[in-house]
């Protein structure tokens, strides 16, 4: 059973940066398919980000296009999502997940294994 761990998240003003990092308790190089996703309150969960398990296509909803950058170490078994240019509207529980295979995309909601999540607020 894959384990995944984010960390990073916290308080941060309009403008600035965060960095995720989902850590994986197993291999992820060649099998997994990495998603985040995020949850506001009161919202549904959203596709944010994903990172393909062989080659590192990834795919990015409109929302964070230009902002978001999703990268992998493949050593550390471990995917981070750089978020700059922070907005309030940013503001969200942020999971990351693993699926089995190599399509990405972020209207993908089938995933295998969940994290736990980590809390983003932007706010002044």
């Known amino acids: 059973q894959l384990q995944l761990a984010e960390s990073g998240g916290g308080l941060v003003q309009p403008g600035g940066s965060l960095r995720l990092s989902c850590a994986a308790s197993a291999s992820i190089y060649g099998y997994y398919t990495i998603g985040w996703f995020r949850q506001a309150p009161g919202k549904e969960r959203e596709g944010v980000s994903c990172?393909?398990?062989?080659?590192?296509?990834?795919s990015y909803a409109d929302s964070v296009k230009g902002r978001f950058t999703i990268s992998r170490d493949n050593a550390k078994n471990t995917v981070y999502l750089q978020m700059n240019s922070l907005k309030p509207e940013d503001t969200a529980d942020y999971y990351c997940?693993?699926?089995?295979?190599?399509?990405?995309?972020?209207?993908?909601?089938?995933?295998?294994?969940w994290g736990q999540g980590t809390q983003v607020t932007v706010s002044s």
């Open positions: 990172i393909s398990n062989r080659d590192g296509r990834t």
């Open positions: 997940a693993a699926r089995v295979g190599s399509y990405c995309s972020v209207y993908m909601r089938t995933y295998d294994y």
